[in-house]
């Protein structure tokens, strides 16, 4: 994705936020939410936008517009700058915590004087929010897991971000070098990056750590020299850059991408076979390390020579894969090119921010065979749905198929499940459907009990065939919901029912531990982008990511299936 969508859409974001400060028009606010994430799904860099190019994005009118092209020449936008200008310091960092909301910020800042989040932790444990209105003990409770999450996720990025940033660098670089790549946790496509690890291979390391310093995005040097370099980027995250000789890859790859407890038992394994690994390549153990490597040139002969075969990269956790190695037993892992459908995708009739046409074209790009489109349901209500409203979906959709010969149009919805575990309609009217998402969107905080009864509920149903993004997460802003996630797996296992990886970068959800855990229930899976904009289809590498880290194989995956196992899957004779 591009860089400027990013940033303009985080500034438009913020423009939204600090309105909510000031008491802005709600209406308002609510358009620049929705015209910010329309801005970072589009799929054109709009850095080279003029203003009836930027008027295209969808959601975007005249006056944002004007607000994006005061950002493509100045690099920000002014209300923007006038606002953080009006707002406290203090206020905006009490924003950050993810669940204060920005009318509580101003509140705690104008009658107690606090301005960070440490003293207002500090503020809630001597008991002086209290008195407050509108702050009662829950408040406190919510507003302190607030301040753990952010603590938790503390400097580490979301994948998305490292991602486009390891594609920009990478291409950067590899006209000047033999190969290059990214390593690291990224590779292994952990769902938090704490910096990213680029690997070149040349003989001629100094220009391309000159071309790597110079590089736009880079804001300042760390350290460097012939080997390594260290920079930070414009938005504060560290690149690592290693330049190694071409015939210390393979080794040296290995060792990059870790994990450290991977590199560990790789390690241990090559001591006993009379033999040293590092990230110089793998020696005799009399051998030092600047005479000549065994072979290193590629991974594959690393692995090869301890015995194991290549072990991918999205399981080197040390997490049972160096056994399942040994023992021939290895995942054959679900590829991105495995995938025939999607069957989770949003359009303009509920809160995507593309056109029903748009979005089918994106889907007949990405070469799939079946798509499903499953706006939300009346029950959230903001999305003002309507029966007729769907059901003239549904008349656009089978119209709209004539014109897609091989791409299978299935009309779905995505349900509430309610706190019951009830979802929006009845039997009679959920039949139409091709196929049904259900997912929680609310009453997040109920207890393990309540929330898994509602979710064995809703695979009880027979007309709930995927169970959308299960724990409701968002990594770094809302915990995953408590459940009794056994009993779900159990449930969903002896229903037929689905459980979703959705792909945004901030859900990941189910996400990789619960996989694992899910796959030994018998679960079946689908690998969802939840798309609400034509760029969101570009995030399913990260669902796929989050499901190799969980060991699906295709098998596992319904949307990797011929379409006639797909159908049997949602008559759902299990739950009958
Ligand atoms: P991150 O950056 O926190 O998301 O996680 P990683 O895994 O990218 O960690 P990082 O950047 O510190 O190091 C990249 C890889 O390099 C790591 O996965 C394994 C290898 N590595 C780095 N330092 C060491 C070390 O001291 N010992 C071992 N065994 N491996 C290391
Ligand atoms: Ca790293
Ligand atoms: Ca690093
Ligand atoms: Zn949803």
Same mark, same amino acid.
């Given at each position: 994705m591009a860089r400027a969508n990013d940033e303009a859409a985080a500034l438009v974001q913020e423009l939204a936020d600090l309105l909510s400060i000031t008491g802005g028009d709600a209406f308002k606010i609510r358009a620049y939410e929705k015209a910010a994430r329309a801005i970072a799904g589009y799929p054109e860099d709009i850095s080279g936008l003029g203003l009836a190019g930027l008027k295209k994005i969808p959601t975007v009118g005249e006056a944002i517009a004007k607000k994006l092209a005061d950002y493509n020449t100045t690099g920000t936008i002014r209300q923007v700058e006038e606002l953080r200008a009006q707002i406290p310091a203090g206020v905006r960092a009490l924003t950050a915590i993810p669940t204060l909301g920005p009318k509580k910020a101003l509140a705690v800042h104008q009658e107690l004087g606090v301005s960070s989040v440490d003293e207002l932790a500090a503020a809630i444990r001597e008991g !002086?929010? !209290?008195?407050?209105?509108?702050?009662?003990a829950k408040t406190e409770d919510n507003i302190l897991r607030g301040i753990e999450l952010m603590e938790q996720t503390g400097g580490r990025v979301l994948i998305d971000v490292a991602a486009g940033l390891a594609d920009e660098i990478v291409a950067a670089l590899s006209p000047l070098a033999e190969r290059c790549v990214h390593a690291g946790s990224l590779r292994r496509m952990r769902e938090t990056i704490g910096d990213v690890d680029i690997l070149a291979a040349s003989r001629e390391p100094k220009p391309i750590m000159a071309a790597f310093t110079a590089l736009?995005?880079?804001?300042?040097?760390?350290g460097g020299g012939d080997k390594k370099t260290s920079i930070r980027t414009t938005g504060g995250l560290q690149v690592d850059l290693r330049v190694v000789p071409p015939e210390a890859w393979g080794a040296a790859l290995q060792y990059f991408t870790g994990s450290r407890a991977h590199n560990v038992r790789t390690r241990e394994i090559a001591v006993r076979a009379g033999l040293k690994l590092s990230e110089y390549g793998l020696f005799t153990a009399d051998g030092d390390e600047t005479g000549e490597p065994i072979v290193s040139a590629t991974e594959e002969e690393v692995y090869d020579r301890l015995g194991l075969p290549w072990i991918p990269p999205a399981l080197r956790e040390d997490r049972g894969e160096i056994e399942a190695a040994l023992a021939g037993g290895l995942p054959r892992l679900v590829t991105v090119d495995d995938l025939r459908g999607d069957l989770h995708s949003h359009t303009d009739l509920t809160d995507g921010t593309a056109s029903l046409e748009e979005m089918v074209r994106a889907a007949a790009a990405r070469g799939l065979e079946y798509y499903a489109i499953t706006d939300h349901a009346p029950n959230l209500f903001m999305q003002r749905m309507t029966d007729e409203k769907m059901l003239a979906q549904r008349e656009r959709v089978r119209a709209l198929q004539r014109e897609y010969p091989g791409l299978v149009l299935l009309h779905g919805t995505e349900l509430n499940i309610d706190p019951d575990g009830g979802v929006d309609w009845d039997a009679d009217f959920l039949s139409g459907f091709d196929i049904c998402v259900a997912s929680v969107h609310s009453h997040f905080t109920q207890d393990e009990a309540e929330m898994t009864r509602r979710f064995v509920r809703a695979c009880e149903n027979p007309h709930v065939h995927v169970i959308g993004h299960p724990t409701a997460r968002q990594i770094g802003r809302r915990p995953e919901v408590e459940a009794d996630w056994d009993e779900v797996f159990t449930a969903a296992a002896r229903t037929g029912t689905a459980l979703e990886v959705d792909s945004f970068p901030d859900r990941l959800d189910l996400p990789a531990d619960l996989i694992r855990r899910a796959l030994r229930h018998g679960v079946k899976f689908t690998i969802d982008?939840?798309? @609400?904009?034509?760029? @969101? @289809? !570009?995030?399913i590498r990260y669902g796929v990511g989050t499901a190799q880290r969980g060991w699906l194989t295709p098998d596992d995956v319904i949307n990797t299936w011929p379409l006639d196992r797909l159908r049997a899957f949602l008559r759902k004779p299990a739950a009958g």
């Open positions: !002086r929010l !209290r008195g407050l209105k509108g702050f009662g736009p995005l880079v804001a300042e040097v760390i982008t939840d798309a @609400h904009a034509v760029g @969101h @289809h !570009r995030n």
